[in-house]
């Protein structure tokens, strides 16, 4: 099967240096599978459809139905009846949101985190009964006219709108979850730690240390709920960050590298191919190629 690539410069968010864009509309019949390099929240509105993501699993979407749609996700829809759609696209790390307190909440990570294992989640799929739907659709209708209208202050109203739904969500997804493990709040903080301290070098005795356990005990955590070690992830966590910088022509590979703490251009190449399946340039070459 065929998978449409769609990057921020293809689809042109109306402001390049604030990447939020909100739409409503009737899709076709027919979408076809596709994946994007920024977080999607597909709302319905009303109609049905069937929903495909990744390609094994599958939804009969009705209107209430929320879906996050992640940069590593496939998706697209299919037996659309009077469907209506809100869109949300957007970069949580480019709109530098006030995030601090949420990213140390285990159920954030489970949703909104970029690395957290879709096996488990595969599209943190959820449905609103109608009473919470309608508050979410009138901050959406919200959203929607502050970004359309542009008046003085809008990007400060639409950074405060869009936290207001990412936490409606967040509560709506925690109250019909069971209680999140204990392993999941040992690597909390250490995940937290190295989103922002990707560049550095680190060792297991120190992020053990910030999460006041034993190294075994931290790895035995980030294996349960990621699936890697510690060090694998901060791996994983880097080559996102080079993906993400990609995008940018100006950046040869091994200045992406560097900025991402890669201090071995090889190593970084063979590490991104392991991962993207194809090399730095190949991807750049993707993704900045027109849609045809």
């Not at 294996?223 to 890697?228: F, P």
Request: proline share 7%; charged share 20%.
């Amino acid at each position: 099967m065929t998978i449409r690539y769609i990057t921020t410069d293809s689809l042109h968010f109306p402001e390049p240096e604030f990447p939020l864009h909100v739409h409503t509309r009737t899709p076709p019949r027919t979408v076809p599978i596709h994946s994007h390099a920024f977080l999607e929240i597909v709302i319905v509105r009303s109609g049905t459809a069937r929903h495909t993501i990744n390609q094994k699993n599958h939804y009969n979407c009705i209107a209430g139905d929320i879906f996050l749609i992640h940069h590593d996700m496939v998706h697209g829809f299919q037996e659309a009846h009077e469907l209506v759609n809100t869109n949300i696209l957007c970069s949580l790390d480019s709109l530098k949101l006030p995030l601090d307190d949420l990213q140390n909440e285990p159920h954030w990570i489970t949703l909104f985190h970029p690395d957290t294992p879709r096996d488990k989640n595969p599209s943190c799929h959820i449905r609103l009964p109608p009473v919470p739907f309608r508050y979410l659709q009138r901050l959406l209708d919200n959203l929607e006219t502050e970004l359309q209208e542009k008046l003085t202050g809008y990007r400060v109203t639409a950074r405060a709108t869009l936290m207001n739904i990412l936490v409606f969500i967040l509560r709506s997804w925690k109250d019909t979850q069971p209680a999140q493990p204990i392993s999941l709040a040992i690597i909390t903080p250490v995940m937290h730690y190295l989103e922002t301290h990707y560049i550095k070098k680190h060792n297991l005795e120190q992020l053990a240390t910030l999460a006041h356990v034993s190294i075994s005990t931290l790895q035995r955590a980030f294996k349960e709920n990621l699936g890697v070690s510690p060090m694998d992830y901060l791996i994983r966590l880097r080559l996102r960050k080079a993906a993400e910088l990609l995008y940018n022509p100006t950046l040869n590979i091994t200045e992406v590298a560097q900025q991402c703490g890669f201090q071995d251009v090889n190593y970084f190449s063979r590490a991104f191919k392991k991962i993207q399946q194809c090399s730095p340039s190949s991807y750049r070459k993707k993704i900045l190629a027109p849609l045809t």
